[in-house]
């Protein structure tokens, strides 16, 4: 019997996929003029400013309480409110629950293009619409955690056991009654766990809406930045801090326990008590957060100004996609991917040592990986505009200092999913290579990078996605990209600019978006 020869599988479209990468990296530092020399030159204005932001204004924390009350205030009523709109639009964008396509494509149309816009866009726009404060941010972090919620509620539907289904579908079950006994009993611990982690993300982001008026601790930190009160500005930064690990640590327990269970068993009772808990403990928040926001309604001018803009977005300036002669739509655009590519690729770089560093199965003291993952949850507690502030001192105000701005940012965001990915990773091939006395190179060669790299690729994608959004508005403080042109827009009250920049924007994170998601597919 002959032995049939096993042919490799051609390697031209992996060398293809790598020549297009690199021709990619080359063209962001030609477009962001990204050089190690100019960054080691500007060095020393760096350490300048961070001299100035030490030691900081331990007396200033007793002027931060209230900001941040309003800014964990605001996170709690925005996640609710839109974790109420996000479940069920998730349910009807699952095809595997609404068979009906006249209900499920619209369902994803909209999900996608509420996520399309990010959240301090939503806030520079709510802030012009009913005016500055807590208002604005509150509609800000609504808009931003259904976006959120509802796209990872949806994936995590489709992902779900069919079996009840079927059995329920072949027994005659109505639509609510399959939701309600074949498809909540599957989801609600991970739909739970969607809400805190999106509570998390929320206080980040609450914590810089305030750069555009949208209330909250960001309005001090602007004021703060604005008279150069950089010692000031280090103790919001330190308190915020504070405040994000806190939650940080107790909603990653109770996210643990929602997906993997306690390892001791619980009598009915207790889980019982402990859910009446919880909803004691969420209605009692969201009661906190309701009497502590001053909200307002909407102002006199918000209808004429909410009919220009939307008369923008329907009339909006096509003569500037394009200007031979200077800045335009494409260029800004251009330089926006460009500055979140070679952003993306500095952090997907650089965060490697630290994710190994933070993962509990890398080191054998737990000391070792928690001083880890406190890094990477400092690092990704300062916000992007913060450390734009600081690149923008050694490398002036331009696409550069957004590059690595979003590039250390991410360090803190991929690190953490990167350690995740090593923590959950099978270690029996590690644990049989260290019997037969393999060393460490050869243990992370052969049993821990083969398994871990899927996952480091998908995360790599889905960070970029997001660092797209992110880089659309470091031109708020002069960091490049389409945020410069959209802030001159908005303030201006130039609607049909206004509506040509959303317009690109919304196509072209939605093109990425479709590009990462299909690739994410493919990989995972």
């Known amino acids: 019997m002959s032995v049939a020869t096993v042919k490799k599988p051609p390697r031209t479209k992996f060398y293809m996929i790598i020549a297009i990468m690199v021709l990619f990296l080359i063209g962001s530092i030609y477009q962001t003029d990204a050089t190690l020399t100019r960054l080691a030159t500007g060095t020393p204005e760096i350490m300048k400013f961070i001299a100035e932001m030490f030691p900081p204004d331990w007396l200033?924390?007793?002027?931060?309480?209230?900001?941040?009350?309003?800014?964990?205030?605001?996170?709690?009523?925005?996640?609710?409110?839109?974790?109420?709109?996000?479940?069920?639009?998730?349910?009807?964008?699952?095809?595997?629950?609404?068979?009906?396509?006249?209900?499920?494509?619209?369902?994803?149309?909209?999900?996608?293009?509420?996520r399309t816009i990010p959240d301090l866009l939503y806030a520079a726009l709510f802030a012009v619409l009913v005016g500055f404060g807590p208002t604005a941010g509150t509609l800000a972090l609504i808009f931003f955690t259904f976006g959120i919620i509802s796209k990872l509620s949806y994936e995590?539907?489709?992902?779900?056991?069919?079996?009840?289904?079927?059995?329920?579908?072949?027994?005659?079950?109505?639509?609510?009654?399959?939701?309600?006994?074949?498809?909540?009993?599957?989801?609600?611990?991970?739909?739970?766990?969607?809400?805190?982690?999106?509570?998390?993300?929320?206080?980040?982001?609450?914590?810089?809406?305030?750069?555009?008026?949208?209330?909250?601790?960001?309005?001090?930190?602007?004021?703060?930045?604005?008279?150069?009160?950089?010692?000031?500005?280090?103790?919001?930064?330190?308190?915020?801090?504070?405040?994000?690990?806190?939650?940080?640590?107790?909603?990653?327990?109770?996210r643990t326990y929602l997906l993997k269970g306690s390892a001791k068993p619980m009598s009915e009772t207790q889980a019982n008590t402990y859910k009446i808990i919880g909803v004691v403990a969420v209605i009692g928040l969201l009661v906190w957060a309701l009497t502590g926001l001053e909200l307002t309604g909407f102002q006199p001018t918000t209808w004429i100004l909410t009919k220009a803009m939307i008369s923008g977005l329907f009339h909006p300036d096509w003569a500037y996609v394009y200007i031979p002669e200077g800045e335009d739509l494409l260029r800004s655009l251009l330089e926006t991917l460009s500055i979140s590519y070679l952003g993306n690729f500095v952090s997907a770089i650089v965060c490697l040592p630290f994710a190994f560093w933070a993962a509990a199965n890398m080191s054998k003291y737990r000391a070792v990986s928690g001083t880890g993952k406190l890094f990477l949850s400092v690092v990704r507690t300062i916000p992007e505009i913060i450390m734009a502030l600081i690149f923008i001192k050694a490398v002036g105000p331009n696409a550069y200092a957004g590059v690595m701005a979003l590039g250390l940012h991410s360090v803190g965001m991929l690190?953490?999913?990167?350690?995740?990915?090593?923590?959950?990773?099978?270690?029996?091939?590690?644990?049989?290579?260290?019997?037969?006395?393999?060393?460490?190179?050869?243990?992370?060669?052969?049993?821990?990078?083969?398994?871990?790299?899927?996952?480091?690729?998908?995360?790599?994608?889905?960070?970029?996605?997001?660092?797209?959004?992110?880089?659309?508005?470091?031109?708020?403080?002069?960091?490049?990209?389409i945020g410069t042109p959209l802030i001159f827009a908005l303030n201006a009250r130039q609607w049909p600019r206004v509506g040509i920049i959303l317009i690109g924007i919304i196509v072209t994170v939605s093109v990425i978006d479709y590009i990462s998601g299909t690739l994410r597919k493919r990989i995972v």
Not at 72 to 80: H, K, N, P, V
Not at 96 to 109: D, E, I, K, M, Q
Not at 200 to 215: C, F, K, T
Not at 469 to 474: D, E, G, K, N
Request: aromatic share 12%; hydrophobic share 50%.
């Open 60 to 114: 200033f924390f007793a002027d931060i309480w209230k900001p941040m009350a309003q800014t964990i205030q605001m996170s709690i009523l925005g996640t609710i409110v839109g974790a109420l709109f996000a479940f069920p639009m998730a349910l009807l964008a699952a095809r595997n629950v609404t068979s009906s396509p006249w209900l499920s494509y619209p369902a994803r149309f909209i999900m996608n293009f509420v």
């Open 156 to 254: 995590s539907t489709e992902a779900i056991d069919p079996g009840p289904l079927e059995a329920m579908t072949a027994v005659g079950a109505n639509k609510l009654k399959l939701i309600r006994f074949g498809v909540l009993p599957q989801v609600a611990p991970t739909y739970l766990a969607h809400f805190l982690y999106t509570f998390e993300v929320s206080i980040r982001a609450s914590a810089i809406l305030g750069l555009v008026g949208a209330g909250g601790i960001g309005l001090l930190l602007k004021n703060t930045l604005d008279l150069f009160r950089y010692d000031q500005s280090c103790a919001i930064v330190i308190y915020t801090l504070l405040i994000v690990v806190i939650i940080d640590l107790v909603s990653t327990r109770f």
């Open 415 to 481: 690190g953490k999913l990167y350690a995740e990915a090593i923590e959950n990773m099978d270690m029996g091939p590690t644990e049989a290579m260290t019997a037969v006395g393999a060393n460490f190179w050869q243990r992370m060669s052969f049993a821990v990078i083969p398994q871990v790299i899927p996952d480091f690729i998908s995360y790599t994608l889905y960070r970029f996605e997001i660092n797209v959004r992110s880089a659309t508005l470091l031109g708020v403080i002069g960091a490049g990209g």
